[in-house]
């Protein structure tokens, strides 16, 4: 499991708007770059990072983003939501070599 | 070591550090933006498009776009694309948005193989495009590994 | 002796921070690579010190407690004095000494994802303090020998560290300004590498930078130049985890 960090407020009103700013631990191994020994380094990317809001009721997918080699290494995405409802956000990363990853965060909304 | 494999190694190391005339990229970069626009014409503005102007190093360069929108159903971005002219593709990352969203506002941060072009495309929901080119100039470490 | 090694010590501080003329490598970055450091939920050096935290937890924490009291100022000191070895250690040889002698374990590889995680996690606890090198005595010639090998001439290039970073620091090497070389955020992260690591490493890079063959990790002299480095930065403020182009 790669290592995440996923910082934003654990509390928000109605209607405000919550940033949120992810990190993960991930080479971003673009397929271009030759190693030590010669040969090139064979591609190894995080393609897709998603992010669901689950409120209690259904889980709505609020931002998500595709990423390409040009992603530099330990992807740090930051975004913002709406925060409608108290519930839990699902965070989930997926890439080559079968890399999947998945955090989530509770937010409480008054 | 045979003279001819010798040319021949010789000509394959150039193949992979050969950089493509500018022009190549350009037409490439619009044909990207072109493509992500749906065809439909891009203008300049409502885009910002923020980056260092000198990086010290194309390793990890933090970017933030930021596009003027009030994200409510009627009016809203969906997507927001960045290209680059000189690395060795021309998408860097795409960004999916929606009323949900509440600010179109998102961060990252992108390889630059050189000092280069990029530019950020937002399109609406009501399908227009809008974008922001900056210029970026790229330097090297010194004192690094083998 | 004691005294006498405090009086020359405090008397290096004294001198240092009248006339401080001593950046950090943080005061020559941009902007957007300062807020980098700044910001704990940006900071990718923060993956580490995350991991570091849970080992904390899992295997230090019984005999050491909370971090943040008794790991505060621990770093700041390092390289100490190593009774066992009667020469300089580092503070992530330290953590591996406590491991084999202490918790019969195993140590932890050099440059390893877990041993900078710990060392990062242990030295964060020390961020905003001076560097306050150990008064130990029994360091000083170790800490001679590290300036000897800071002035020394090496490599193909023929060039000393203080030639760069005490003469011509400000300057440009190709695109980079030339550091004044203080370690005032190790482990950090660096852009070139991608990744977080060590002094150790840093120096290494150097040593390549003028075409010399670098020390291994976990040579002496490494430590040596570590011990003087930390002398010609006390009273500098503790950055780690930094952030580095």
């Known amino acids: 499991m790669a290592r995440a960090l996923i910082t934003m407020p654990t509390t928000a009103k109605r209607g405000d708007v919550v940033e949120i700013r992810t990190l993960i631990a991930h080479p971003m191994e673009t397929g271009y770059r030759p190693g030590e020994d010669g040969a090139i380094v064979p591609r190894n990317l995080i393609r897709r990072f998603s992010c669901h809001y689950h409120d209690g009721r259904d889980e709505v997918l609020v931002f998500s983003a595709e990423l390409f080699p040009a992603v530099a290494a330990n992807p740090f995405i930051a975004f913002s939501t709406v925060a409608t409802a108290s519930g839990t956000l699902r965070f989930s990363w997926s890439g080559d070599q079968g890399f999947t990853q998945t955090e989530t965060a509770s937010l409480a909304v008054t | 070591m045979k003279r001819r494999e010798l040319i021949g190694a010789a000509v394959g190391l150039a193949g992979a550090v050969w950089v493509r005339p500018a022009a190549a990229n350009a037409d490439e970069l619009a044909a990207a933006i072109a493509a992500f626009a749906g065809g439909v014409p891009v203008h300049a503005g409502r885009v910002e498009f923020e980056i260092a102007p000198l990086v010290e190093n194309g390793n990890t360069v933090p970017i933030t776009v930021r596009v003027q929108s009030p994200m409510n159903e009627a009016d809203h971005v969906k997507a927001i694309a960045i290209f680059n002219q000189s690395n060795p593709q021309r998408d860097v990352a795409n960004f999916f948005l929606g009323p949900r969203a509440g600010r179109a506002t998102v961060s990252t941060r992108i390889r630059l193989a050189t000092s280069q072009q990029l530019v950020a495309v937002a399109k609406m929901n009501d399908g227009s495009c809008w974008s922001h080119s900056v210029d970026v100039l790229v330097t090297l470490a010194a004192c690094v590994e083998p | ?245």
């Not at chain 3, 450091?37 to 990718?44: H, S, T």
């Not at chain 3, 953590?95 to 995680?117: F, K, M, W, Y």
């Not at chain 3, 390549?208 to 480095?229: C, I, K």
């Open chain 3, 1 to 245: 002796m004691k005294r006498l090694v405090s009086l020359m010590l405090a008397l290096l501080v004294a001198h240092a921070l009248a006339a401080d003329a001593r950046r950090s490598g943080f005061d020559d970055m941009s902007p957007q690579i300062q807020a980098m450091q700044r910001d704990d939920a940006a900071n990718p050096a923060m993956l580490w010190v995350k991991e570091g935290e849970a080992m904390w937890g899992r295997e230090c924490a019984r005999c050491h407690g909370d971090a943040a009291t008794s790991m505060r100022g621990v770093a700041a000191r390092y390289p100490d004095f190593d009774t066992a070895s009667q020469r300089p250690i580092t503070l992530s040889q330290r953590i591996n000494q406590c491991r084999v002698t202490r918790q019969h374990s195993t140590p932890l590889a050099p440059e390893s994802d877990a041993l900078l995680g710990i060392e990062s996690y242990v030295a964060m606890q020390s961020r905003g303090l001076p560097i306050a090198p150990s008064a130990d005595p029994r360091l000083q010639p170790f800490r001679e020998r590290g300036e000897q090998l800071f002035r020394g001439r090496i490599g193909q290039l023929d060039f000393s560290c203080a030639q760069c970073h005490d003469e011509h620091a400000g300057q440009h090497l190709g695109g980079s300004t030339i550091p004044q070389a203080h370690p005032t955020g190790y482990p950090q992260y660096r852009l070139e590498w991608q990744a977080l690591a060590s002094l150790q490493r840093r120096l290494r890079n150097c040593m390549n930078g003028v075409r010399a063959e670098p020390f291994a990790y976990g040579a002496p002299e490494l430590t040596e130049l570590e011990l003087y480095l930390a002398a010609r930065a006390a009273g500098m403020r503790l950055e780690t985890p930094a952030v580095r182009p």
